[in-house]
Every structure is written in structure tokens, then in C-alpha cells.
């Protein structure tokens, strides 16, 4: 009986967290997170690096790497010609053209939320700045208040 409170309290508690706002903007977050990444690699990788490879020497940034190992291709053994089989020996290298594109993307990314988080900010400050100025006393508050201030002097006397 009591395990039965208990999943119940859970599963009662776990309905109240999801519906909590936080929860539901964080989801929304990561979900418009999810759909922003290949705007932003298509923007880098179709705009800015083939921009950035003219200015710089005509190169593709993709193509960037340090071999230090080159590959080998495939022999067939051609017994005719005395020549073994060799198998293939695939290429080590550093890609650091590819590095430079992800991290690209990381900047603009970080950037694009840094102007969101600094615009929410903004509104949030313009939302608190503007405080509830009291509203100017009406003619018979007016009025009232003369009247009780004469009568503390007259009976202060």
C-alpha cells in the first residue's frame, strides 16, 4: 500500500516537473537548437570558407590536413610481371581544414546566442526599470488629506 503512494507521489511529481515552464522552454530550446546547427554549417560551409579559401589562396579548408602517413592503393598480383598483390594502406593524416570549419561553426553558434541571451536581458531590464509609479492622488484625496492634517493641528493644540 505504501509503494503504491509512493508511485503514485512519483509519477504525480514527475507530471508537476514536466509542466513546469523551465522544462518545456529547455525542450523547445534544444529542439530549435536541433533544427538551428545546419542553417549554421550551411552558412559556413557553403558561404563563409569558400570566401575565406578565395582571400587566402584558393583553397578548400576541407582539403587542410598534415599526412603522416601516405596511403597506398591496391595491387592486383599479375604473376606475368612478377608483381605481388599489395593491399591498401589508407592515408594518416591530420585534418585540420575540418577542425577549423567545426570550430567555426562553434563561434557563430556561441555568438547567435550571445546576441539572444543579451536581447532577453535587455527586455527583462526594460521590464524592470519601468516601476509602478503611483498614481496621482485624486481632488478629494487631496481635499481629505488637508482636512486631516488642519484637524491634528487643531487638536495637537
Given at each position: 500500500?505504501?509503494?503504491?503512494?509512493?508511485?503514485?507521489?512519483?509519477?504525480?511529481?514527475?507530471?508537476?516537473?514536466?509542466?513546469?515552464?523551465?522544462?518545456?522552454?529547455?525542450?523547445?530550446?534544444?529542439?530549435m537548437g536541433?533544427?538551428?546547427?545546419?542553417?549554421?554549417?550551411?552558412?559556413?560551409?557553403?558561404?563563409?570558407?569558400?570566401?575565406?579559401?578565395?582571400?587566402?589562396?584558393?583553397?578548400?579548408?576541407?582539403?587542410?590536413?598534415?599526412?603522416?602517413?601516405?596511403?597506398?592503393?591496391?595491387?592486383?598480383?599479375?604473376?606475368?610481371?612478377?608483381?605481388?598483390?599489395?593491399?591498401a594502406i589508407?592515408?594518416?593524416?591530420?585534418?585540420?581544414?575540418?577542425?577549423?570549419?567545426?570550430?567555426?561553426?562553434?563561434?557563430?553558434?556561441?555568438?547567435?546566442?550571445?546576441?539572444?541571451?543579451?536581447?532577453?536581458?535587455?527586455?527583462?531590464?526594460?521590464?524592470?526599470?519601468?516601476?509602478?509609479?503611483?498614481?496621482?492622488?485624486?481632488?478629494?484625496?487631496?481635499?481629505?488629506?488637508?482636512?486631516?492634517?488642519?484637524?491634528?493641528?487643531?487638536?495637537?493644540?
Open positions: 500500500m505504501a509503494d503504491e503512494k509512493k508511485k503514485k507521489g512519483i509519477v504525480a511529481e514527475f507530471k508537476e516537473f514536466i509542466a513546469r515552464g523551465n522544462v518545456i522552454d529547455m525542450a523547445v530550446g534544444v529542439i536541433g533544427a538551428f546547427t545546419p542553417i549554421v554549417n550551411s552558412l559556413v560551409n557553403d558561404i563563409v570558407m569558400p570566401g575565406i579559401g578565395l582571400v587566402v589562396g584558393k583553397m578548400n579548408f576541407a582539403d587542410l590536413k598534415i599526412v603522416l602517413q601516405e596511403g597506398v592503393a591496391a595491387v592486383e598480383a599479375d604473376e606475368a610481371a612478377g608483381i605481388a598483390a599489395v593491399e589508407p592515408e594518416v593524416a591530420i585534418c585540420y581544414g575540418n577542425f577549423i570549419q567545426v570550430l567555426l561553426n562553434f563561434v557563430i553558434v556561441a555568438f547567435c546566442v550571445f546576441l539572444l541571451i543579451k536581447g532577453i536581458n535587455k527586455l527583462k531590464k526594460k521590464k524592470e526599470e519601468k516601476p509602478a509609479a503611483p498614481p496621482a492622488p485624486s481632488k478629494e484625496e487631496v481635499l481629505l488629506t488637508e482636512i486631516r492634517d488642519l484637524l491634528k493641528e487643531q487638536n495637537g493644540k
